[in-house]
Structure formats: C-alpha cells, structure tokens
C-alpha cells in the first residue's frame, strides 16, 4: 500500500469525526484522559526504572565475580612467586644473590602488584655479633638488629621507636628486600622480625605451621601498604612434625610483599560508582587494622538516589592462607535510566489513554443521542397515535382469524359502535361489505390480502351496511400486517366516506400522505441515530484484536532491541505487522462510522471465495499457534454478490476467531471447517468447529446484544455480524452440528439473479 494512505490526510472523516467527539467531551472524559495517561506513564517508567536497577544489580554481580576471581588469580600467582623465589634460596649460595635480584626484578615488572621480596635468615644469639659484622659491609656502619615500639599503627616511619634488640635466644632480621623499597621504607632495614608486634605474630605461625602466612596491612609510606606472604624454610627439609621443634630447624623466612592497591585493580569507570575493600573474615583477628584496602566512589550517590536500596556483597577469597574476605558496595541510581525509553512509555501511555478518552466521549454522546432518539421516538409514536384519532379516515386492524383488534374514532363513527364493542369480535359481524350493482362474483378482499399477502383494493362499487340499514358508499383498502421477522399476524383496513366530503377527504388524504413521509423520516433518522449507538458500543471489541497484535509486535521489538546484537530483520518484519494492523484498525473504525454515516454503502461486486481466502491468510499464524487444522471446501463457479468487502471480511474474521476460541483448551485436535455454495438462489458460507458447541437453552440468543458465552466477551461481536449480512440483503444463522461442535451460516443474495442489487435504505 501506498505510504501516503497512512497519513491523517487520508482519513479526513475519520479525523473530523475524532475532532467533534473531543470538542463535544465532558470534562469528565478529559480526567479520565489525564488520570489513565498519568497512571500509565508511572507504571511504564516503574517497570522500566525496574528493569534498569534490576541491570544494575546483575551488573554489580558480575563486576564483583570477575573481580574476585581476579584478586584469586593474583594471589596465586603471588604464591608461585614465593614459591620460584624459595627454589632459588635453597640453590648454589655462589650466585644466588645475583639470580635472586634479576628474578625479583623481573617478577615485578609482570606483576604490577609485587613491591618486593626477599630472604630473611633466621640468626642464633651467638651469631648475632658476627651477622651485623657480616651485614655491614652491604647495608651501612650503622646496621644493628633493632626492634620498634608501634603506637598503635602498622607502620615504621617514627624514628623515637626504633632501639636496638636485646638479647634473645634467636632473631629474623629484615635485611633483604629487592627490587630495593622506597627511600621512606628503608628505615625498616633491619628489624627484628620474629619480635615485632606487627609481623612477629605472623611469622611465629609460618614457623609452625610450614603453611604461608599473610600479615595484616602493612604501612610502608603515607600513600602505599602492602600485606606480606611469609613462608619459613627448615634444615633438613622436610621438617619435625612436631610444631614446637620446627623454629629451632628454621634457617629463616622468605617474604614476599604485594601492593593492595594493585591487588584490586578498578578500571575508571568502575572507581566511579563502585566502593570496595579487604576485610578480615569473621573469626580472623588481628592487633591492627581489620580492613587490608578500602577505596570509596570517586561519584558520591545525589539525594534522590538515596533513596534507592544500596547493594552489598561478601565475597570469600578462596585462598586457604589468605584471612580477608572482598567487600564490595554499591548505591542504586536513577540517572543510568534511558531517557528515551522513558519518552517513549509516556508516549505510548497516551496511546490506551487516548482510546479511553474516545470510549467516555462516544458513550456520552451516545447517551446523548440515545436520549434525542428516545425523545424523537416518543414524539413519533404520539403523533402516530394522535393522528390515527384525528384522521377521517377508519382505521380497522384484524388478526390472522379476522377478529377486530383496533378502532380508530373514525371507524366508531361510520360503524356506528363502540370500540369496546367491536374488538374480538368477528370482523363479518362488524364490518358489513356491500357492493352495488354487482354483475359478477367479487372476492372477499380480506380473504384474498391474508392468502396472498398483499394489499387489495376494495371495489369502486363498496358501501358499508350500517346497522340502522343507511348505505354509506366507501373506498379503502386492506394491506397485510407483519410482525419483525416477517410473519404475517393480521391485516389492516382502511376505508372512507366518499359520498359529500370526497373533495375534502382527498385533500386530508394528501395532508395525512406528507405527514406520513415526515414520519418514515423521523424513523429513519431514529433508526441511523440508534444503530450509531450500538456500532459506537462496539469499538472496543472490534479494535481490541488489532491493538493487541500490535501491542505485541511493538513489545517483540523493544525487546529485540535491548540485546546485544539486535536482529533487524526480525524488528522491521515485526514493525511492519505492527503497521498493518494498524492499518487494519483504522479501516475497521472507518468502516464502523460510514455504517451509520449519512451516505450510501461502498458496496461492490464481491468474490467470496477470494474475501475467505484473505481472511484464512490474516487469521494463518492464530491457527498454527492454536493447531487448529482447516478443511476449505471453496464452491466452484460461484456467483459473485454485492456486498462491502471489508466489512464481509470482518464478519468472516469474527466467526473464525469465535471458532478458535470455542476449540481452545480441549482435548482433540481443533478442526476448523469452511464451505461456501450457490443452492436455492442464495451464496451460502458455512463456518463450523468441533468444539463443545453451543447450549440449546442458548443457541436462540447469540445474536442478541451483549449475550456471550465468553467470560470476557463482550456480546457485539455477533450482533454487529448479523447487522451488516442484514445490511448486504442477506441473513446469518446458527445451529449445532451433529458430529459435535457449532455451525453459522451466511446466505447472501446473488448478483446475477436479474434482480437489483441490494441497496442500504439507510441515510
């Protein structure tokens, strides 16, 4: 189709009709407007912030997984470090130094977190004077086994807390460290490691324990810590098994330390909103700090986002030696929200809100017109009715027995009885027909109008017999009276004078005929006003399957494309279904307002095979989900029939979506049969199911207005269906089939028959 079909120029009577209904609404339709449009955009923005948190905290699970994972994988490789380091201590002393610092150097060129390792030997009491004789040469005059009195914190930077170490039975000094630490750490060249109250702790358990031992944090200068792996070496190797003999077999201690800093490395978009640190576990205790690293949000969270739950999460670091579980944080934000998505929920929250807006204002103004039609009602059958009690003429109604059932005044008058009198009794009796000079046998007008069922004159030569024996020369007629499905009940005699006032009575009678077509009027017009009311009642049904199928195309294509690599073929081809439904439901409400419009039908020589086909196509992908099988038997040779093709379409849509419905749920494969004919001079559609049928206390009902055997129907759809076959000339029934389940029939009047096409009567 082409694309400007789509524009609002193409509608220009769909539009004004939506411009009078808004320009007509209460004030009552513009609140419920603005309450429906404002409830929805909070509950598209709710589930979108929901979906956006809910990313956020997935997000926040994935950061902190791969980031443990991460400090797991760098522990280990600090250990195969230690380990490396410990094969080269225990080779040839010859050049162990030199292959000791070339691997220190180049472990910390691959391992950003390394600060520096080394090997501490383990000295006895009576070799210290000649170890600090030894170790001169390399570190200083000045080097002496020194202990530190801490003030609380883990650092050695005070230089009043530095005295030289008593004597003890045995020491650990630190007199190795490469690559070399930072000039401020320096001072720490020298200390005695086994009696520190920092490290001491640590490096009894290494003794022990054979195990690596971690140390608490470590402050080496004012803006770097590190925590040290210690792990002892035994001569012989392996050791006692006994804990309390394994320092004396100690030849000393290898350290190796790692910088915190680096051991959680933040990429800079994560420092903005993440806050982490290195906690000790519960159970692990320690004389100084509990907590190895913290950093905080580079991005503090604003007051609104306060609002938001935080998310916070424990991680265990699986590492045996390593006594510090990974604290990660986070604040929930409303600023990551896509601000095009949340324009987009409000704008399509205007969308069901716009609708509802139409629905209160078609209802008011069909409660309006509904009023007007009442009133025009009312004035039509009182003017009826004063009419047929002033009209001259005699007005008298039989049945089917010809037995009086009215009497107008004038029919008083010439029959000289009251009405009282007259009614239910036999019309012979009242009505005495005579007829002068009569020279053949005439037909008694009454019996021939109820079997022929037609109108028929009475003889020029009629005169009334009254009862006090006067002749009262008569004209009139007597026509056939029908009920609303066509039968015949009774007929209608009308007769007058036509003796001294035939003049008169002649003039009355062309006053009574223009009366008479302002009142076919007024009928017409109340008919148009009511059918409005109804077709207006039936929006909703009728447009409810394609803002359906478009709200789910529209939710397939949202969700397309929030994946990574959205498929656009897939979102274009669901777009475009989206479109044509859209198609389909400005089609459907202009058909629905030019049924009752002020003009004449679009009706056109019609396919019916060819408007069936084009519904099973629409209808294919509901039957294929609902696997439901159809048996098509298209007629051969079929006569085409003059109808209006989309709203002949819509009608046979509506049975097969009944069908479907009636099939859903049961235990046997659904099977939807369709078969169209040409018998008795009628184009016949037959759609049935092998559903559970419908109820004989119910299959006389399911025409009538808002009657439905669906929990959620809304009982027009079948109403509207037999509106517009009745509209094409046609009639729609049903009934229930033998062989189980139900069957409605469509039978349409041919276009070939010699007669003329069906035309709407209605304005």
Same mark, same amino acid.
């Given at each position: ?48 912030? $929901? ?59 691959? @391992? ?199 998310? /916070? ?97 004038? $029919? ?108 076919? @009027?007024?009928? $017409?017009?109340?008919?148009?006003? /009511? ?187 079948? /109403? ?40 709407? /009567?209605?304005?």
């Amino acid at each position: 189709m082409r694309r400007r079909d789509f524009r609002p120029a193409a509608f220009p009577s769909l539009w004004l009709g939506q411009h009078h209904l808004l320009a007509n609404a209460p004030r009552k339709a513009w609140a419920w407007f603005l309450v429906s449009w404002a409830l929805l955009s909070l509950l598209g923005g709710s589930v979108l912030i $929901a979906m956006d948190l809910r990313h956020q905290q997935q997000h926040f699970d994935r950061v902190v997984f791969y980031m443990t994972r991460a400090v797991e994988a760098r522990l280990k490789n600090a250990e195969m470090v230690l380990y490396g380091l410990e094969d080269i201590i225990t080779s040839d002393p010859s050049v162990r130094d030199t292959q000791l610092r070339s691997y220190a150097q180049q472990a910390a060129r691959r @391992y950003n977190f390394i600060y520096s390792m080394g090997f501490q030997p383990h000295i006895a009491h009576y070799q210290r004077q000649a170890f600090e004789r030894a170790v001169r040469g390399n570190l200083g005059p000045d080097f002496l086994i020194r202990d530190y009195q801490h003030d609380g914190s883990a650092s050695w930077r005070r230089q009043a807390g530095w005295r030289r170490a008593p004597e003890r039975e045995s020491y650990i000094p630190f007199v190795m460290a490469e690559p070399a630490l930072h000039q401020s750490a320096r001072s720490a060249i020298g200390l005695d490691l086994l009696a520190d109250a920092v490290v001491g702790p640590t490096v009894t358990r290494a003794l022990r324990s054979t195990d690596i031992e971690v140390t608490p944090l470590l402050r080496l200068s004012d803006d770097q810590s590190a925590i040290a792996y210690i792990h002892a070496l035994y001569s012989p190797s392996p050791p006692s098994d006994s804990p309390l003999m394994r320092p004396e077999e100690s030849i000393g201690i290898v350290t190796l330390l790692v910088r915190t800093d680096a051991l959680l490395d933040l990429r800079p978009e994560q420092r903005a909103w993440l806050n982490i640190s290195l906690s000790r576990q519960e159970g692990a205790s320690s004389l100084y700090d509990s907590t190895v690293y913290q950093r905080r949000a580079t991005q503090p969270p604003r007051w609104l986002d306060t609002l938001l739950p935080a998310l /916070t999460q424990h991680e265990q670091i699986d590492t045996p030696y390593f006594p510090y579980e990974l604290v990660a944080s986070t604040q929930l934000r409303f600023n990551m929200v896509d601000r095009v998505s949340l324009f987009l929920a409000v704008l399509a929250a205007a969308l069901p809100s716009y609708l509802i807006l139409l629905i209160v204002a078609i209802r008011h103004n069909a409660r309006l017109d509904r009023e007007s039609a009442d009133d025009s009602l009312f004035r039509t059958r009182e003017n009826a009715s004063v009419t047929l009690q002033a009209i001259s003429d005699a007005v008298i109604t039989i049945d089917n027995l010809r037995m009086v059932q009215y009497m107008n005044p004038a $029919a008083e008058r010439h029959l000289g009885l009251r009405e009282e009198e007259a009614i239910d009794q036999p019309l012979g009796d009242v009505f005495m027909l005579r007829y002068e000079f009569a020279r053949r046998a005439i037909t008694d007008p009454f019996v021939e109008c109820l079997d022929k069922q037609q109108v028929c004159e009475l003889e020029e030569n009629s005169y009334l017999l009254r009862p006090n024996g006067e002749k009262l020369l008569i004209e009139g007629s007597v026509s056939p009276l029908f009920d609303r499905g066509g039968g015949l009940i009774g007929a209608v005699l009308a007769f007058r004078d036509t003796a001294p006032l035939r003049r008169r009575m002649l003039e009355a009678l062309e006053t009574s005929e223009t009366r008479l077509k302002q009142h076919e @009027y007024e009928l $017409a017009r109340v008919t148009r006003i /009511t059918s409005m009311g109804e077709m207006a009642s039936g929006i909703a049904h009728e447009i409810n399957q394609p803002l359906s199928a478009i709200m789910s195309y529209c939710q397939a294509s949202l969700s397309l494309l929030e994946e990574d690599e959205p498929n656009l073929e897939l979102i274009v081809q669901a777009i475009q279904s989206a479109v044509a439904q859209a198609d389909r439901a400005g089609k459907i409400v202009r058909r629905l307002r030019e049924f009752v419009a002020k003009k004449a039908r679009q009706h056109t020589p019609v396919d019916v095979n060819h408007a069936i086909s084009n519904v099973l196509a629409l209808a294919d992908y509901d039957l294929r989900q609902a696997e439901i099988a159809v048996d098509y038997h298209p007629g051969v040779h079929l006569p085409l029939v003059y109808a209006d093709t989309i709203q002949l379409e819509q009608v046979v849509l509506n049975l097969v979506r009944n069908a479907i419905d009636a099939m859903h749920g049961q235990d046997h494969p659904g099977c939807l049969s369709v078969e169209t004919s040409y018998s008795a001079r009628r184009v016949c559609v037959k759609i049935g199911d092998n559903g559970p049928g419908i109820g004989d206390d119910k299959i006389d009902d399911v025409f009538a207005p808002f009657f439905s055997t669906k929990i959620s129907g809304m009982g027009l759809g079948l /109403t509207i269906c037999q509106t517009i076959i009745e509209s094409f000339g046609g009639h729609i029934s049903a009934h229930n089939r033998s062989s189980g389940g139900a069957e409605f029939v469509v039978e349409l009047p041919p276009l070939d028959t010699g007669q003329p096409p069906y035309t709407d /009567t209605r304005e």
